[in-house]
């Protein structure tokens, strides 16, 4: 593989300047999980790059809050879908920080519908983001790491992959692909020392889980009858991709039963 920027392709904006702090590269950072994902790496002193597909003024008061919780940060601009775009945005993060090493495949879309009337334009339209969308970022965030025989790729799943919800047929077999996806590349990049991790964030009140989003007291299949709350799976997650011997392995961060 070849992280030349593919002609015809720009970055969304300057080239960032050279950073000496360990970096992440989080998708999907302009708001819900992965602006809370970005924080929690901030509030660490990291370089975090704040990936976006359209909203750039969500973006841009992400990066504004990593600068404030004590890190730095750029952002960078890239449709998933497309895995020009995504080698493009790789290498510009490359070239941003002096040592890559987390990398946090977050970015993804839902909707509601029930099997039999799911539209096939949009069946397609998330699978290609949720699971070709994070294979392209596999394979471009692999290659970097490779080569320096280090690093950490934390993918995103949900508990709806495991075992199904009513009305979310392209999301939980989208997010059913990833753990093949995670576990299989685990197996094959281990030996590079690249660590590749599957973590369950639970129910978040954001705008992907929308009017889904059960109320206080429908939590009863949790254990201890709540959600996890989201600065302790953005916690979870830096916790994680610092962890040197763990990989291939799904991480559920509420207490409901796989």
Not at 174 to 179: F, H, N, P, R, V
Request: net charge positive; aromatic share 6%; charged share 15%.
């Amino acid at each position: 593989m070849s992280l030349q920027r593919p002609s015809g392709h720009r970055p969304a904006r300057r080239t960032p300047t050279q950073h000496a702090a360990s970096g992440v590269l989080v998708t999907g950072a302009s708001g819900g999980i992965g602006r809370a994902i970005s924080l929690a790496f901030a509030a660490a002193g990291w370089y975090v790059g704040v990936h976006y597909h359209e909203n750039k003024g969500a973006a841009e008061a992400t990066r504004r809050e990593v600068v404030e919780a004590g890190g730095t940060g750029d952002l960078y601009q890239a449709d998933i879908r497309h895995k020009h775009e995504v080698q493009r945005m790789v290498a510009v993060y490359c070239r941003a920080i002096t040592t890559p090493k987390v990398f946090v495949c977050n970015a993804g879309v839902g909707a509601s519908r029930l099997v039999i009337r799911h539209p096939e334009e949009e069946w397609a339209r998330i699978m290609a983001t949720n699971l070709t969308g994070t294979f392209y970022c596999l394979c471009a965030m692999a290659e970097a790491l490779i080569a320096q025989r280090e690093g950490s790729i934390i993918v995103i799943g949900s508990h709806a992959g495991f075992q199904g919800a009513t009305g979310q047929a392209a999301y939980g077999a989208s997010k059913a692909g990833l753990i093949g996806l995670v576990k299989t590349a685990a197996h094959e990049w281990g030996p590079y020392n690249l660590r590749v991790n599957l973590v369950l964030p639970g129910w978040q009140d954001t705008g992907l889980a929308g009017d889904a989003m059960p109320g206080p007291d429908q939590f009863m299949d949790h254990a201890i009858g709540r959600p996890p709350a989201l600065a302790e799976v953005a916690k979870t997650v830096v916790y994680l991709a610092e962890l040197r011997d763990v990989s291939g392995q799904i991480w559920n961060c509420d207490s409901r039963n796989l």
